[in-house]
């Protein structure tokens, strides 16, 4: 099932602040994903404002991701600019999802839809792989909403969603106080507009609904073996040590374990074999960290390969992608000499956007801002209750 984050945050076009602004502030307080609804806004400006948007994300590691609303055309339009958006979400009226997908552009894209009752749930489009559920109460921003379906409702609705391997999405009306019972209900993410728009620290918002999915869901059990991956500068040594320490578990760096073996650092033996070479080294030593439990930081592009992966999966080890922001992860490692592939920013962007679509393979864990200590006693604090 696909992995989204616990708070799914929607853009405001009744509100002053421009659509594409929105999206940057959400993006900075380390949303990974925001949906781009438009209406009412005339066409021109919802095109102006999703251009702006996913060019300010390319050129930022494709953070935060975008999913379009409804405007397949804009969605077309960009993909056209060579901007393609993360996803595109279709209502009830909208073009079905199969036949969006043979698109010019859209053959990639995480394709959406609404649902808002049983006959709906059971047959969401095959092409989908998340849909939303609702509304789950009355809500302001969006006048023709069906009736409202509740907690029993959304509990119905998740478990005919996951059925079909489909990420469920609460929305409607939704505020904090509903993530832990929406959670327990089944959601894997709440779709929210008013709640994420009027808080003042939006950060602090999506924090604390991450740590309400862990209680519901811890992300490992304890005593389980963790590979922590993600790019360069998203802490995963530090706070891979911090969850050893107190898992009373080893705690290993691959680069570090291939230093050690070949007797020399990564930058020299990038600068000797080549990359290809490194890859290959990743891949022999991997298996040995993961013979017995413990937590194993994994480099920026180990979890790009198949193989790896299968080692992770084939040992029982639950891997979490540490999925800090492109610009606070470039601040900590940009042009360290020790870091080979972090020399050029423009390049460092594009390998990380290049690189999310496997990180998001594993479940997230999102910093929001907080420091390593705050991240692994969170972690920590979820598979204790």
Request: glycine share 10%.
């Amino acid at each position: 099932m696909l992995h989204l984050p616990p708070l799914y945050p929607i853009t405001d076009a009744t509100r002053a602040e421009p659509l594409s602004a929105q999206i940057r502030r959400l993006g900075e307080a380390g949303f990974p994903l925001v949906q781009f609804r438009g209406k009412p806004l005339d066409t021109r400006i919802q095109w102006e404002e999703l251009r702006t948007a996913l060019a300010e994300a390319a050129a930022n590691g494709s953070w935060p991701l975008i999913c379009v609303n409804d405007r397949t055309d804009l969605a077309m339009l960009a993909a056209r600019e060579g901007l393609a958006p993360w996803g595109l979400h279709l209502g009830q009226g909208d073009l079905p999802a199969a036949e969006a997908r043979k698109l010019p552009g859209l053959a990639e894209a995480h394709l959406g839809a609404s649902s808002h009752a049983t006959s709906e749930w059971t047959l969401v489009d095959v092409a989908c792989d998340h849909a939303g559920i609702g509304p789950f109460r009355t809500t302001a921003t969006k006048s023709d909403h069906a009736e409202p379906i509740g907690l029993e409702g959304l509990r119905a609705g998740c478990a005919a969603l996951r059925a079909q391997d489909l990420a469920p999405i609460a929305i409607g009306g939704l505020t904090l106080r509903d993530a832990a019972p929406c959670f327990e209900a089944g959601a894997e993410s709440l779709a929210m507009v008013g709640e994420v728009h009027r808080t003042k620290d939006p950060a602090a918002l999506g924090w604390e609904a991450q740590r309400q999915r862990w209680r519901v869901r811890p992300p490992f059990r304890r005593g389980q073996g963790l590979v922590l991956v993600g790019g360069s500068g998203a802490g995963k040594t530090t706070v891979g040590r911090q969850l050893a320490y107190n898992l009373a578990l080893p705690f290993h760096d691959l680069d570090a374990a291939i230093e050690d073996r070949e007797g020399r650092r990564v930058a020299e033996i990038f600068a000797a074999w080549g990359e290809s070479a490194f890859r290959q080294l990743e891949a022999d030593v991997l298996p040995r960290l993961l013979a017995r439990p413990a937590v194993v930081a994994l480099g920026g592009g180990a979890w790009e390969s198949p193989v790896n992966r299968g080692a992770v999966t084939s040992a029982d080890f639950a891997p979490l992608w540490l999925a800090e922001t492109p610009a606070r992860a470039w601040a900590r490692a940009g042009r360290d000499p020790q870091r080979p592939l972090a020399q050029d920013r423009a390049a460092f962007m594009l390998r990380w956007a290049a690189r999310m679509p496997n990180w998001s393979l594993a479940p997230m864990v999102l910093p929001f801002g907080h420091s390593s200590g705050e991240l692994a006693s969170a972690l920590l604090g979820a598979v204790s209750e």
